[in-house]
């Protein structure tokens, strides 16, 4: 049987790329969900560790929130809640929620138009009405859901006033620096947590809720979530927050209507899916029995293209086998357990007439065993990490060490190739400070650039930043420990992990390059790809988003 060249495989799975969004003004007429942030060197991608409040005290480009425009969409939203007595009085449990790996099922009519992961959660709130004059009203229980009665109140003048007798003369100072600016604001109301100065950030506190707002400016938004985490953090309510909603969960449909919106206005599902199944067919080619390992299927949109890709293979398909590890959560947006995943692959590599079959292992990605994977001999093996491995504990929360276990163990297996998608931000081991530099960095860009496409009135975007970004954003501010899952490494790290493991670097094809840059020409042009190192980068200007490698 002869082999496919790698551009063939790979062309005809960029053929599976959404060309709705072609462009003639980009910024106006796509949607996507990364975004500048301040301007950086390349190969810089988080804060100093030695960074000093003042340096971002005097920083020139600081948001002047009091000033900026509500403008607000026409529907009502229900989100997390921290502060309320009320909400304090329902909580019940203490387990953080893994906010990660989201997704919905979807006919396999619309093949990868549809996510599997997210930054976010689907196990979060919605509450929506069409109309648009209770809309005020509405925005108001959001955000009083979130920091309490009090909120656009604040505390009495004669509580401030004492409170702030209490100042040294140099907070005083500081007090009236962060006034009215809000990201500086943040960031000094995160400091004073981080000190423990319970005062300060008290007084903080106060100012901000007058400040942010879920339907206002990039930062606003943002900065409500960032609220929500520290005041999270300051009561030690992270690990209890996600169960004192207000409202209903999201059905699956709802969910799936997200996660849809996400997965179609940003290219970064699309850039790990495309580049990780370019290096699986690169180093499968002329294979007559294929196994791949998925540690994070979910809906398993990512596999569409690729055996269509196989299919098309000269001198017929492989017999392709995928083994499936799923969670809960990736359960409950599908609507379903894994047979379901099973059914939409087998209909669609039955229609494609290559041979197939499919596996699940119903658990956690940490929890896997070699007995659970089924490996038989005579298969050429692929390992899929896209977007999870970051989950899995290290060494500095579990002496167990599942992330450095679990690619031992798939060392082991001797697979042809290792794929590993990640996102690229430093957020596992950095002091509380630092982690919340990174995260105020990193989601700045994103939602100023849904900001940029999406508009302020589109009805569902407070849906997708809730349930797509604002639960990862307060689990990493307000969670520690076992409880805070996400907990992202930058590919240096990653590098060590998987050499450690006894692992090689598989050079990514120059045809994947130009299959990603093909891709790429579909969005905004303030996306950008760099191929350094064997790795490919996915970046908005100048900040690294996304990073793709494989290994073997």
Sequence with gaps: MSAPSTKSLVGSMSMQA????KNSDKAQQFYHMKSSKPAREAESHYPPQNHQLADHLSSNNASRSRNLPHQQSGMQYCTLESSSVAARNEI????????????????TSQHDSLSDNTYGSPASVSCITEDPYDLKHKLRELETAMFGPEMGNGDSFETVFKKQLLLEPEKWKLLEI???DLKQGLIACARAVADDDLLMADLLITELKQMVSVSGEPIQRLGAYLLEGLIARLESTGSSIYKALKCKEPTSAELLSYMHILYEVCPYFKFGYFSANGAIAEALKGENAVHIIDFQIAQGSQWISLIQALAARPGGPPRVRITGIDDSISE???????HLVGQRLSHLAESCNVPFEFHAAPLLGGNVQVEHLSVCPGEALAVNFAYQLHHMPDESVSTENHRDRILRMVKSLSPKVVTLVEQESNTNTAPFFQRFLETLDYYTAIFES????LPRDHKERISVEQHCLARDIVNVIACEGAERVERHELLGKWKYR???AGFTPFPLSPFVNATIKSLLGNYCDHYKLEDRDGALYLGWKNRVLSVSCAWL
């Design 332 to 338: 409950y947006a599908r609507g379903g357990g894994l």
């Design 498 to 500: 998987f050499r450690m």
């Design 450 to 453: 849904i900001d940029a496409v």
């Design 178 to 180: 962060v006034r009215g």
């Design 18 to 21: 959404s060309k709705k969004y």
């Design 92 to 107: 019940q449990q203490s387990s953080c929620i893994s906010l990660t790996s989201t997704t919905g099922s979807s006919p």
